[in-house]
Structures are given as C-alpha cells and as structure tokens.
C-alpha cells in the first residue's frame, strides 16, 4: 500500500524556521516525483514545488522560487520541505504527494502538516 | 505562466441536480487538465485526468470534457457525499509545472 506519511503539527513563532517531511513507502521512491502544496486557511491549492528523488532534481513555482526548499533522502525514502524566517501569512496546510507520470496529477497525497505562525 | 480561472467559486444545487463547473487556461493546453476533489479536513483526490478520464473506482456521475483553453466538470446527478471543493490543476513542461485553479465549492441546497 502507498503510503506518504508527514511529520506532525507545529507552532512556530515569527523569524523562525521549520523543516516539514514526508516519509513514502508501499512504492518505488525514487521512481516518482514528489511534490509540495500550499493550502492556507479556507484557501484553495497552491503548488509550490516538485523533487525526483532519484536525483535530488527540483523545480520550484515561480511563487515560491527562493522562498523555500525542497530536499529528499533518498536512503530514508523521505522528502522535506524547508521554511525559513516564517511570517503569520505562512501558516497553511502542507500537503507532500506523489506525482503520477504520464497524467501528471497527484495520485497519493500526505495527511498534511498544519504549521501555525504565532507570538 | 500559465493561469487556470475556475468558476463559479461557489454553488449550491439540490440532490439530484446536473452541477457544471469550468476552468478557463490562459493559453492552450491541449488536453493536460485533472479534476480533485476536496473534502473539508481531508486531502484531495483525483477524479479525472488528461481532461475525460475517468479514475479508477470514481462513480460515473462525474466526467470531464474539454480541451485547449475551455474544460468542462460535471457531476450529472448530484449526491449528498458529493457535498466538496472541487480544483482543476493543469500541467505543462516536462518535468511538469502545475498550476490549480481557484476551486468550486459544492453544496446541497
């Protein structure tokens, strides 16, 4: 069974950075893309950015080129993602999800990580 | 980069209604859109991929048409579990840059 499994919830104060992961397992990880999505409170979807674990290879959206980072261990089968010098507008839902090649969706998704940015 | 306007953002219908929600791309591209489903509290899940098709285990209800910059979603009778944000997500590049649109939310009247 496909599973992506992220790491839990956070209360984080503002300046401060915070490394969200995501463990794959049921699957090849190296085989697929994983890739990261924003979702804010009562907001829609946001993609932020994809890894290929084989390789480490990343794209960012323009959106949020510089303003996170996307890693993966390949030998732990766990992808990351990387938020620095946090702001209350950075609190959302993250969600980590297998990319299906071919059709280019997202066909397993995490149970997300909800990051609160609070004093 | 390409831009994915979805409408309505909004809308209630009564068990049993036809629902028709489309996204609009900013330019062409071809048939790379997929439908999700989102429930509250939960993650999304798709339902249609490459425009039309159907995936495996979704009911019939739903269907996807559309291509180039005009697509269509459709649930042809709506079910109380129907009850969703609903986003189309296009994809273009290899590897791929994916864009969502702003969503649709569903519900029962």
């Known amino acids: 069974e496909v599973q992506l499994v992220q790491s839990g919830a956070e209360v984080i104060k503002p300046g401060e950075s915070l490394k969200i992961s995501c463990k794959g397992s049921?699957?090849?990880?190296?085989?697929?893309?994983i890739g990261w999505v924003r979702q804010m409170p009562g907001k829609g979807l946001e993609w932020m950015g994809l890894?290929?674990?084989?390789?480490?290879?990343?794209r960012y959206s323009p959106s949020f080129q510089g303003q996170v980072t996307i890693s993966a261990d390949k030998s732990i089968t766990t992808a990351y993602l990387q938020l620095s010098s946090l702001k209350a507008s950075d609190t959302a839902i993250y969600y980590c999800?297998?990319?299906?090649?071919?059709?280019?969706?997202?066909?397993?998704w995490g149970q997300g990580t909800l990051v609160t940015v609070s004093s | 980069d390409i831009q994915m306007t979805q409408s309505p953002s909004s809308l209630s219908a009564s068990v049993g209604d036809r629902v028709t929600i489309t996204c609009q791309a900013s330019?062409?591209?071809?048939?790379?859109l997929n439908w999700y489903q989102q429930k509250p509290g939960k993650a999304p899940k798709v339902l249609i991929y490459?425009?039309?098709n159907l995936e495996t285990g979704v009911p019939s209800r739903f269907s996807g048409s559309g291509s180039g910059t005009h697509f269509t979603f459709t649930i042809s009778s709506l079910q109380p579990e129907d009850v969703a944000t609903y986003y189309c997500?296009?994809?273009?590049?290899?590897?791929?840059?994916?864009?969502f649109g702003g969503g649709t939310k569903v519900d029962i009247k």
């Open positions: 999800a297998r990319l299906r090649r071919g059709w280019w969706n997202f066909d397993y």
């Open positions: 049921g699957y090849s990880f190296t085989n697929y893309w």
């Open positions: 890894i290929y674990p084989s390789d480490s290879d990343t």
């Open positions: 330019q062409d591209i071809r048939k790379y």
């Open positions: 490459d425009a039309s």
């Open positions: 997500q296009q994809y273009d590049h290899l590897p791929p840059r994916l864009t």
